[in-house]
């Protein structure tokens, strides 16, 4: 890809090829704190994108190239999640909502990485689900349910009451604490859940793991 990217904190894909988006919070009150972050050569992090709450998107590493977002964590029982995914981050601290402007090119975003990269739906995921309990971004003020609307996103319609575990496995998340797994699949999925698992988690999940068995890129 040519152009003129910000950040010099990227490497070689190491024979893989985008087939995961990764999305995150930046953690950081403002665009300008969180672009010097990411373009830090000391901080060793970067991104591929940025999304300021204006909704202006800077591109900060080429997408063939590695960029430093997902760090330890796996999905659908691989690691080294950095060599095959493209991680977007969206200016908030963590605790206020998305803005309009931010979600609106977001939603421009996502649907031109998908359709260059030909990943699915269910290639869309949050930092959270790829490391329960270690990450919690982007957190349960963010719109999931919209992007599964447009087809960005996956989001659970129904299912039976299978066990959750199961399920949380034929999804991708990765072994940790039932509870860490228990949390990020409700961070995402049911932000409002709270104590112990229950019927609606189960069934949300089972509803999930019908659809994850599907490969993650659209058919060539």
Known sequence: MSGSYASPNHGDRRGQR?????????GMEDAASARARLCDPQAEV?????VGEDGRTEPLVPE??????????AWRGRDDV???????????PGDRPFTAAQMDALVALLAG?????RIGADGVIGHSDMAPGRKFDPGPRFDWERLARQGLASWPVAGPDLPLAESLDAIGYPPADPQARLSAFRLRFRPWGRGPEEA?????????AATARRPARLPA
């Open 113 to 117: 990485i998908m359709a260059r990269w």
């Open 18 to 26: 985008p087939e995961l988006i990764v999305l995150h919070y930046t």
């Open 64 to 73: 063939d190239r590695r960029a430093w977002h997902a760090g330890a964590g």
């Open 46 to 50: 970067s991104a591929h994108w940025l």
């Open 82 to 92: 950095n060599s095959r995914s493209i991680g977007i981050e969206i200016v908030n």
């Open 200 to 208: 609606e988690d189960r069934r949300r999940a089972a509803a999930l």
